[in-house]
Structures are given as structure tokens and as C-alpha cells.
């Protein structure tokens, strides 16, 4: 069973930093490109940040770059998206995945999501 677990989240004021981590079981995240997305009251779910199997390569969404960073540590098989300089707008649950240029999961799965809150 594939699995995703989200961890890191919390209540911050504007300005604040937050790390989220992501683990995986039932396959070998290092092995597979990943994926932050959010999804927020309302809203649709949005891709935020996107890094290529061995964390060469980053992608992001126009709202977050320069503020958001996602690594990989591939030999603890761990994601992580490191969130500073956090706006209210970034207020959502995010969460982990494995996409495809074809679909937000590959595994068409999705974890419980961490909630981030950001007010003052």
C-alpha cells in the first residue's frame, strides 16, 4: 500500500518560517521525482514546488519562489519543503506526492496533508 505522511506544520505569524517533511512507505520516494502541493478552503489543489530524482532540479509556483525551497535528503528517503518568509495567502494543507506530466500522483494517493497557518 503506497502511502505519503506529511509532518511539520503549525501556526506562524507573517514573516515566520516553517519546514515540512515528507515520508513515504509501500515504495522508495529517492527513486521518484516529488512533489509540494496546497490546497486551501475552497480551492482547488495547486502545485507549489516540484524537485527531479536526485534534487538537481527545482521547480515553483510564481507566488512562492525565492521564498520556498524543496530538497531531498534520498538516503534518509525524505522531501522537504522549507517555507520562509510566510504570507496569510500561503494558509493551506499541503501535502507530498509523486506526479507525472500526466497526474498530480502516480500512485493515486494522498496522505493526510499537514496543516500550515499563517496569522498574525
Known amino acids: 500500500q503506497v502511502q505519503f505522511v506529511e509532518s511539520g506544520g503549525g501556526l506562524v505569524q507573517p514573516g515566520g518560517s516553517l519546514r515540512l517533511s515528507c515520508e513515504a512507505s509501500?515504495?522508495?520516494?529517492?527513486?521518484?521525482?516529488a512533489s509540494w502541493s496546497r490546497q486551501a478552503p475552497g480551492k482547488e489543489r495547486e502545485l507549489v514546488a516540484w524537485?527531479?530524482?536526485?534534487?538537481?532540479?527545482?521547480k515553483y509556483v510564481d507566488s512562492v519562489k525565492g521564498r520556498f525551497t524543496i530538497f531531498r535528503d534520498n538516503g534518509a528517503d525524505m522531501v522537504y519543503l522549507q517555507m520562509n518568509d510566510l504570507k496569510p495567502e500561503d494558509t493551506a494543507v499541503y501535502y507530498c506526492?509523486?506526479?507525472?506530466?500526466?497526474?498530480?500522483?502516480?500512485?493515486?494517493?494522498w496522505g493526510q496533508g499537514t496543516q500550515v497557518t499563517v496569522s498574525s
Open positions: 509501500g515504495f522508495t520516494l529517492s527513486m521518484h521525482p
Open positions: 524537485i527531479s530524482i536526485f534534487g538537481g532540479e527545482t
Open positions: 506526492n509523486v506526479p507525472s506530466d500526466s497526474r498530480p500522483s502516480v500512485f493515486n494517493s
